[in-house]
């Protein structure tokens, strides 16, 4: 398996786990956040949540950007919240065999992150609504579910030990 997707909501710690987990691995990070449309954008700093509609666009450039990677046949690590199955489909649909580790945290948690976090542009508020849309993946295929607040590195470790012996 190639390729996977660190998932959960707003301040869940996607990005910091992939980060850690390219960083022993090598694999190549996908970025979700970095391919919203602006408008996306500014609705979300806004404190407005993203539609069904919104999230299509960003999810096809998303899915493009991790098939054409793997072209290359590099191991990729996607942040993306997909947060609902049908997101998480169409990904799957395009890449075979994509693993899905998925952050749990309660709201308290998520919301005392994203207000402490400086350098981004999702408010607090939107914290509920991300909950709300969140279809959490149990029973799917290839799905490793994390507490996300165990320490950075401990995650990291278990989800590169998970990816290694799927290969
Ligand atoms: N396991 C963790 N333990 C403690 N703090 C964390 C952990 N993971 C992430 N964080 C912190 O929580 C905040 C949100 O993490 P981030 O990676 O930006 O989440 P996301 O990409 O899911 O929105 C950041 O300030 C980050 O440093
Ligand atoms: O589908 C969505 O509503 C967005 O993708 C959202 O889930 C995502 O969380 C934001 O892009 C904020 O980025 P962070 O998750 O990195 O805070």
Redesign the pocket.
């Known amino acids: 398996m190639c390729a996977i997707v660190?998932m959960?909501?707003?301040?869940?710690?996607?990005?910091?786990?992939?980060?850690a987990v390219c960083q022993r691995t090598g694999a190549y990070l996908i970025e979700g956040?970095e391919f919203h449309p602006p408008e996306n954008v500014r609705k979300m700093s806004a404190g407005i949540p993203l539609t069904d509609e919104d999230r299509q666009g960003w999810l096809e450039r998303l899915t493009q950007e991790a098939a054409d990677r793997l072209t290359a046949s590099e191991h990729v690590v996607l942040?993306c919240?997909a947060l609902k199955r049908r997101y998480r489909d169409t990904l799957r649909n395009t890449v075979p065999n994509l693993g899905f580790v998925f952050?749990a945290l309660t709201p308290e948690q998520a919301t005392e992150?994203?207000a402490?976090?400086t350098d981004?542009f999702?408010p607090a508020s939107l914290v509920a609504s991300q909950f709300r849309d969140l279809e959490v993946p149990d029973g799917e295929p290839l799905v490793l579910a994390v507490e996300?607040?165990?320490?950075?590195d401990?995650?990291a470790e278990e989800v590169v030990a998970w990816w290694g012996g799927l290969e």
């Open positions: 660190i959960g909501v707003t301040g869940c710690g996607k990005s910091t786990i992939a980060t956040d942040t919240s952050l992150r994203v402490h976090r981004h999702m996300a607040i165990k320490p950075v401990v995650i």
